[in-house]
T-cell receptor, first 112, second 115 residues
Framework: EAGVTQFPSHSVIEKGQTVTLRCDPISGHDNLYWYRRVMGKEIKFLLH????????ESGMPNNRFLAERTGGTYSTLKVQPAELEDSGVYFCASSLTPLEQYFGPGTRLTVT | AQSVTQLDSHVSVSEGTPVLLRCNYSSSYSPSLFWYVQHPNKGLQLLLKYTSAATLVKGINGFEAEFKKSETSFHLTKPSAHMSDAAEYFC?????????????FGTGTKLQVIP
């Protein structure tokens, strides 16, 4: 069974540019989560989809971040325009139930 | 409200000696607790989980953790460290309040295993 995949694995962009991160969950997992780890800090929740609906987006830092999950399959997280403080590792996870989330390898975003 | 404290940011052990990674939690509900491991350039992998059944939980790769409600702790242990255990470990709490459950991560403990 394929795991959660994320693309790209690493992205380097300049401040002010736009970046789109993609997450492909495990097939059949209705729950999809985005998390972020800023360097030296804890992993923080960003948002949670159930199928294509946003269940909880309380962790999204500001309106420069837009997450979508069209059709309830893969999800994208767009940052526009990117700022220096957006640098970090963005993790995606999926699950059948909230109690056991399967994580992807993460996308390392560097904003210069 | 809930929180997780991993008491050590770095732990260093010699190969073949025991491993102890400490985690304390607070939660308004009887929580579910998890340990995840992240090896370099890999995703987070679930090591073990406690979900209100047996308080001593056995996980993969010889790891285990004991839920101690009186001490609000969920420390991760392994009798004998292996070089492949070198990684970063995260303690995670979920409120187990029924329905939707948002998890909270600890800050992580980096485990170094010395040959």
């Amino acid at each position: 069974e394929a795991g959660v995949t994320q693309f790209p694995s690493h992205s380097v962009i300049e401040k002010g540019q736009t970046v789109t991160l993609r997450c492909d969950p495990i097939s059949g997992h209705d729950n999809l989560y985005w998390y972020r780890r800023v360097m030296g800090k804890e992993i923080k929740f960003l948002l949670h989809f159930v199928k294509e609906s946003k269940q909880d987006e309380s962790g999204m830092p500001n309106n420069r971040f837009l997450a979508e999950r069209t059709g309830g399959t893969y999800s994208t997280l767009k940052v526009q325009p990117a700022e220096l403080e957006d640098s970090g590792v963005y993790f995606c996870a999926s699950s059948l139930t909230p109690l056991e989330q399967y994580f992807g390898p993460g996308t390392r975003l560097t904003v210069t | 409200a809930q929180s997780v404290t991993q008491l050590d940011s770095h732990v260093s052990v010699s190969e073949g000696t025991p491993v102890l990674l400490r985690c304390n939690y607070s939660s308004s509900y009887s929580p579910s607790l998890f340990w995840y491991v992240q090896h370099p350039n890999k995703g987070l992998q679930l090591l073990l989980k406690y979900t209100s059944a047996a308080t001593l939980v056995k996980g993969i790769n010889g790891f285990e953790a004991e839920f101690k409600k009186s001490e609000t702790s969920f420390h991760l242990t392994k009798p004998s460290a292996h070089m492949s255990d070198a990684a970063e470990y995260f303690c995670v709490v979920s409120p187990n309040s029924g329905g939707y459950q948002k998890v909270t991560f600890g800050t992580g403990t980096k485990l170094q295993v010395i040959p």
